[in-house]
C-alpha cells in the first residue's frame, strides 16, 4: 500500500476524531448542560442501538481514558490531520509513534471489557450476546487497528524512518 493512501486513511482518521471527541466523547465527563439536547439525544441513540453503557455510566477507568483523550489527544488531532494532509512530514513521527502506542494500549481493556464483562440491562443496557458483543467491539476495533498501522507505518516506512532507509540501502550495497 502506498505510503501517500495511508496518510490520507490518517489524515481522515484524525480530522473525524474532532468531532466526535468533542461532541460525544467528552459528554462522558462535562456537565449536561454543555451540550444541546439533538447532541445528548445522539448519544442516547448510539449507546442503546450499539449497547454502550460505557458511554452513558462510564467506569472511572473508561473517565480516565477520556480525560486522556480531551487532554493529551484532542490538542494533537488537528497537527496530524495538518501533517497527514500535506504528506511526508517527518516531524510528526515520535509524536504519532507516542500516540498510537498510548491509544493501542488503551484499546486492549477496553476490548476485554466489552468481551467479557458481564453487563447489568440496568441503568443502561450493555452487550448480552455474543453478536451483540462483537457489534459493539465492530465499533472500538478502529480505534486499535488504524493507531497500529500509524504506528507500523512511522517505524517501517522509509519516509518517516530515516533509518528504514539506510538499512535498506545497505541491503542493497551488500548484494552487489
Known sequence: MSVRVLEVLFFFYFAS?????????????LPGHVYPQPLKDLLQWYAQEFRDPMVLDPPQWFQSFIFCEALIQMPFFPVAA????KGGCKW??????VYSTHVATTLVPILAHILFHQFPMKPHAGPQTLKERWLL????IPYLLVPLLLLLTMLLSSTYNSTATSRHKSAKSKKN
Not at 92 to 97: C, D, F, G, L, Y
Open 137 to 140: 467491539v465492530s465499533i472500538y
Open 17 to 29: 476524531h474532532i468531532p466526535i471527541t468533542l461532541f460525544i466523547d467528552l459528554q462522558a465527563l
Open 92 to 97: 510528526i513521527r515520535t509524536p504519532a509513534i
Open 82 to 85: 495538518y501533517a497527514f494532509l
